[in-house]
């Protein structure tokens, strides 16, 4: 199941974002609120023959969306999904084959979800990582916004109050 | 001046950042402590058809490193620039073509450069905005950080007490 519908978001993004393919991104898995996302490292190098701070800022965010993206999915919500804010801090260069980025949500998706589904908007806060020889060298946070048909979801799971429940609903058994 | 050093780091990014090259990346003009970078749409869209917030960072970030490396090598300084933090705020979706950043250095030239002529490092401050029909779309702040040899411009010019005049050598007539 995981990694069918990272398969299809994949194949969505290399087609409606371009230069994502040029990226060589690969949605790589999603288990619970964690995503990994993979790019080459040859397109996506700078003049120091590192990774592009550009691109790996691109390959965070994209794991974030695509975090975010999926999980709401999973709840059937009609949303529209985009980052609203980001911010990166380079700490040491990548150098790495592939570049990999593990994207997690900050708190539990049915504190976001159900604010989307009361209000038809929510805030969803992603944090990615991209480690260099298993340390730390780039760390993202981003900002995304939802906005869409509140009460998409189906009425019983709406009327819920097991938060726990909708996150265990999420967790994509391989 | 200011088009011929545009069009040599245009062709260095070009040959050294492969994206750039996808992603239709113009140096267009250097004036004072601002230059223009543009971008073409096209290769840079999303799943929304308006323009990627990954490459509107790589782009802002771009513009940024290319104003700091041109004021730096104006000065003849022999520094390593990468973009150290960013931080970016989408306002509203862009779908200009091409893609317009504009990157301002804050503060003053001299400020940046007589401190890492001092201590062989320094950190640039650079503001680049992106505009949708005349309104701010995209907001972009980041941390250049400046390594290498210290005092590698003339003498005579580190000994100057005129900041001014730093400044004004580093205006390029076009």
């Keep these: ?11 969505r993004i290399h087609r409606e ?3 994502s393919r040029f990226m060589g991104v690969r949605l790589v898995s999603l288990e619970g ?3 990994v996302l993979e790019a080459a490292l040859e397109p996506n190098i700078n003049v120091h023959n ?7 800022y691109s390959i965070c965010a994209l794991a974030g969306w695509a975090l975010v ?5 999973s709840e059937q919500l009609d949303a529209e999904i985009v980052v609203a804010r980001g911010e990166i801090k380079y700490i040491r260069p990548v150098t790495t084959e592939p570049i990999v980025a ?12 159900d604010s989307f589904l009361d209000q038809g908007k929510a805030r969803a806060r992603v944090e990615t990582l991209v480690e260099q020889e298993k340390t730390p060298a780039v760390i993202f ?14 009425a019983a799971d709406k009327d819920s109050d ?7 609903s999420l967790r994509t058994p391989s």
């Design 33 to 35: 609120s964690s995503l």
């Design 162 to 168: 097991c938060p726990q429940q909708t996150a265990q």
């Design 17 to 19: 974002i371009p230069v």
């Design 141 to 154: 946070s981003g900002n995304y916004a939802l906005t869409g048909k509140a009460a998409s979801r189906p």
């Design 69 to 73: 993206t999926l999980l709401a999915e």
């Design 102 to 113: 593990r994207a997690v949500l900050t708190g539990t998706p049915a504190s976001v979800f």
């Design 1 to 11: 199941m995981s990694d069918q519908i990272c398969r299809q978001l994949e194949a």
């Design 50 to 56: 590192t990774a592009f701070a550009g691109s790996l």
